[in-house]
């Protein structure tokens, strides 16, 4: 056993054996259940209070999105990757235009790049505020959900004023974006970031010193970085265990490579240094978004494309650092004006797989917090 | 015959009223009845009015309006809640032990409401006066746990029965810090010239009043810490945030309640408000001088006596005010137009009941019990606030902050208050041998 990359040393078949062979009490948590985020059924295997092994039942939301984009053309289809992650719909829409656009050798022009940076940090920032409030309150503190829906609200409209829609935006175009900004979108995004800049310092005074939140957070669901890169975890939940991968950095796309932000992390892997690590990245978007408006160039938005895309047939894998992980796309191309197979690699599915390592031996109550700080949304996982 | 039986009854009603003691300690069955029935009427009150607020309050918290739909400002919510649950199908689940899932509700509300029977509104203002009042409280209050872990297990169903574990867990744990704290303070009122304490709900507060000075500040710090212990204990006795682990809505869907609806589920509610009440007003009677008003020692004489027996008029003034200044701030919409004569009319009543407070021979025997409302709507409204502003604890945290840190706590205190106490006596024994 010399690759440490491999998953044999975890034995994730057998659950545990209860305590002084006690009954052990199997529970269904889901799918319908106030803090599964959504349609995940969770079977958990109880010795008491403490989980033995839990097995998670998924498929309740699945749509056959990739089948779907079989029978579209690469313009019909576009829409369709909004209603998989569903609160960070800007980031589905930049991996799929940007795999497209790799696929027809277009690129954006400058113009078209920094708005889709501009957006996309601040989907960021909405799906981060989104996972804060419903962490948060899976994990009994009710109040910061208000307060974090209240600001995301702000972002909402920025994107309703942009392209019409508020959650489900189809905001890129492949080879670009098919609006212009809006007048006063600069001054109404700045305005947003030093309206928000002190709501950041307001969530943490509600959780980060909290003593509740500490003990509910610290040592809770803890994953190690060989674990984390074994089971193909990405994203904040990577990050928290100590592995700066950042695809921003990494595999620079769009133009982030243009922009000087850090990628936040921390050592433990537990339940709190996720916190701190979302935490911290909203305040790196919300640098980026800074940099972002200040250098914001003149020029077209949209690239020359042509009207019936026909990409040449082949085959291309594209990824973005979404919100929750590294979101990819696989993309086959039999020359024609659909997709062969379009195959998405979702980051919350990837990371649910992580759920059982990482409520072993620990309590019901912990299995809530993971769930949360796994950040999943189950629109992404099923598709 | 007839006339001599009524002259009889209306004696009989009429010899209490000259009479210091508690009805049921002046064996008047008639003015025992009249008490109860106006404890139950208020309680019941005071439970509506907490639902109201609970949600007016957590949604201000929370930047947002709250009910605002049903009467001005949500104030017929309740009513309308209580109508709805009411009226909603009563189910009980087919794999349920129907007796035992029948009598639980009516278990836990029992255990809240008839802890009552001994809680202290003035030196007269109770339904009786008993020897071991206090004991009597922790023993009842303590039933309701019984009840919930019946209601959790005759639900024959996952959640509820961790739920119901959780609860009686919950309960072992604090119910000793809690009784520590309260034998503390039971300990000071035996420093009098007889050096015998008191059981009773009314003698602790008159010990209080004897010694001129409320328990919280007695022996400063140890009687805040055995407050400070028995505040912590108490919201954990019943299953409030941050506590609230039986009924966890995010793990555990409802807990114990889970498989209960309508009319059931709507006593269990009940049974939840008139136990904070009821632990609010053990904590009050014990650390926070009952009825007797603030400020007992710095602002006395007979000037000070009449400003604040005017309070409790003049709190419902105020209260009938901010109703009249809302209904005018109404929107001047013909839709509205309901809607701000039912704020003016509450308005008025308010307004009424403030007046009458303010007649003389009304606000001398009203005095104790607003000054006790008063102090246990505090504790409410801590209550709210904890909810507002605490995550949950985890089960062994809770249970290891009850073994590790409340029950040490409490017997320190214990052994330092009753120490304290005979500081005196020690002294004498040293220096005089």
Known sequence: ?383 | MGHDLMGQIVQYIQSYLSSDQTPGAAGNMFWVLVYILAVFVGLSIAVIAMNWLERKILAHMQVRLGPMRVGPHGLLQPIADAIKLLLKEDIIPAEADVAIFWMAPFMVVLAAFTVFIVVPFGPTHAVTDMNIGILFMLGVSSLSVLGIVMAGWASNSHYPLIGALRSSAQMVSYEVAMGLAVVSAIVMTSLNASGTGTLSMIGIVQAQQEQGVWFIFKFFPLGLIAFFIFAVAMVAETNRAPFDLAEAESELTAGFHTEYSGFRWSLFFLAEYSAMIAVSSIAVTLWLGGWLRPFPNLLNGSTWDLIFSLFAGVTFLFFAAMCFFNAVRMPKHPFFRIQTIGLAGFGVVLGLIGLVMLVPAVRIRVQDIFWFSAKVAAFMYLYIWYRGTFPRYRFDQLMQMGWKVLLPMGLGVLILTATAGLWPLIQHSIWHP
């Not at chain 1, 313009?75 to 800007?90: G, W």
């Not at chain 1, 508020?166 to 492949?174: D, P």
């Not at chain 1, 305040?283 to 980026?288: D, G, L």
């Not at chain 1, 379009?342 to 797989?353: A, C, E, G």
């Open chain 1, 1 to 383: 056993m010399t690759d440490s990359n491999t998953l044999a040393h975890l034995d994730l078949e057998t659950p545990e054996k209860p305590f002084l062979d006690a009954n052990e009490l199997v529970i269904n948590m889901g799918p319908q259940h106030p803090a599964t985020h959504g349609v995940l059924r969770v079977i958990l295997r109880l010795d008491g209070e403490k989980v033995l092994g839990l097995e998670c039942v998924i498929g309740y939301l699945h749509r056959g999105v990739e089948k779907i984009g079989e029978h579209r053309t690469y313009t019909m289809f576009n829409p369709y990757v909004d209603r998989m992650d569903y609160v960070a719909a800007v980031s589905n829409g930049l991996g799929y235009c940007e795999t497209v656009e790799k696929l027809l050798h277009v690129e954006a022009p400058p113009r078209a790049q920094y708005v889709r940076v501009i957006l996309t940090e601040l989907n960021r920032l909405a799906s981060h505020q989104l996972w804060l409030g419903t962490h948060a309150l899976d994990i009994g503190a009710i109040t910061p959900l208000f307060y974090t829906f209240r600001d995301r609200e702000e972002i909402l409209k920025i994107y309703e004023k942009y392209c019409g829609a508020r959650l489900t935006t189809h905001a890129f175009r492949i080879g670009g974006l098919q609006y212009e900004t809006y007048n006063g979108f600069e001054r109404e995004v700045k305005n947003f970031l030093s309206f928000f800049r002190p709501k950041i310092d307001e969530y943490e005074e509600l959780l980060t010193t909290n003593r509740i939140w500490v003990e509910r957070t610290k040592n809770v669901g803890i994953i190690s970085a060989k674990d984390c890169i074994a089971l193909g975890v990405t994203g904040p939940v990577l990050r928290a265990s100590g592995v700066k991968w950042d695809l921003r950095k990494a595999q620079p796309y769009a133009n982030y490579k243009n922009f000087d932000f850090d990628i936040p992390t921390c050592q433990n892997g537990d339940t709190y240094d996720r916190y701190l690590v979302r935490m911290a990245e909203m305040r790196q978007s919300v640098r980026i978004i800074e940099q972002a408006i200040e250098g914001l160039p003149e020029g077209p938005v949209m690239a020359k494309v042509p009207k019936v895309m026909k990409p040449p047939a082949g085959e291309i894998y594209h990824s973005i650092e979404a919100p929750k992980g590294e979101l990819g796309y696989f993309i086959v191309s039999d020359g024609s004006t659909q997709p062969y197979r379009v195959r998405v690699r979702p980051p919350s599915f990837v990371n649910l797989q992580a759920l059982d390592l990482m409520c072993r031996g620990q309590l019901v109550a912990d299995v809530i917090a993971v769930i949360g700080t796994l950040d999943i949304v189950l629109g992404e996982v099923d598709r």
